[in-house]
């Protein structure tokens, strides 16, 4: 079984956001990790593998710095990594990414493809479904379980209020949720032997691109932090009083009743 996982690198959950003087985020000084969803999807590749055979490989698109989670994913147990990566790229949106990342995912061979159901610095959870749609093969997001059996899957997926079960034919995209599996601590011969795996950086024009093509259809004009959290306020009086006061504040100042 032939299994592709796509990962993102985002900031340490633990990081303090900071912006420049051009209102972009300032990564210098920045710790970065693997997308915390993506860490489950890495997982269950490398779960589907030791049950049924295969080759784990892990694909990124962004800054060289990328090539870090991508080390990562490999010490984890991963077998290959392709990182895309070129200046034209900067700026991105999702239907960008999903664009690139069809590309680079049409050149391997998968029945399986996985990755995490949201990244946590733009909440989007958009890359995963579009890359199926461009793909043209079926996609599960946030799964829970996963089943495989030849060429049919049985996903467990989250919704609102509780689970829904999908019976599919693979080649399929799943999207991994908490709770999928736990995922694995790198080994120290798992790290050692990391290094000498395979690691393939593309550019556009590798992958047959130009940055014209695939010029984001969504752009960011700034971001900003949001407002310092005021200092609680403690109301005097006896209950009756305060409560008076509370309903008083919360429809004058709060403006919620």
Do not use: H
Request: hydrophobic share 45%.
């Amino acid at each position: 079984m032939n299994i592709v996982v796509c990962i993102k690198q985002t900031f340490d959950t633990e990081a303090k956001i900071v912006l420049d003087g051009s209102g972009k985020i300032d990564s210098n000084g920045v710790n970065l990790i693997i997308n915390p969803y993506d860490e489950f999807a890495i997982e269950e590749g490398i779960k589907l593998k030791e049950k049924f055979g295969g080759e784990v490989t892990v694909v990124s698109m962004g800054s060289s710095r990328a090539a870090e989670a991508l080390r990562t994913a490999l010490a984890m147990g991963a077998d290959k990594a392709v990182l895309v990566s070129d200046p034209a790229l900067d700026g991105a949106d999702e239907w960008a990414a999903a664009e690139v990342l069809a590309t680079a995912v049409s050149s391997l061979s998968y029945d399986v493809v996985l990755a995490g159901r949201i990244a946590i610095d733009d909440g989007s959870s958009q890359v995963a479904v579009r890359l199926a749609e461009k793909l043209n093969i079926p996609s599960v997001s946030s799964v829970l379980k996963l089943d495989i059996d030849g060429s049919n899957a049985t996903a467990t997926r989250e919704i609102d209020g509780g689970t829904e079960v999908i019976a599919l034919t693979l080649p399929a995209v799943f999207t991994a949720q908490k709770g999928l599996n736990e995922p694995r601590y790198p080994s120290v011969a798992g790290i050692m032997k990391a290094k000498k795996k395979e690691l393939k950086t593309l550019s556009l024009a590798d992958l047959g691109l130009s940055g014209s093509e695939i010029a984001a259809k969504m752009k960011v004009e700034k971001f900003s932090l949001p407002a310092a959290r005021q200092a609680g306020r403690k109301l005097d009086g006896d209950a009756a009083q305060a409560a008076r006061e509370l309903a008083r504040l919360l429809r004058e100042e709060a403006k919620v009743l």
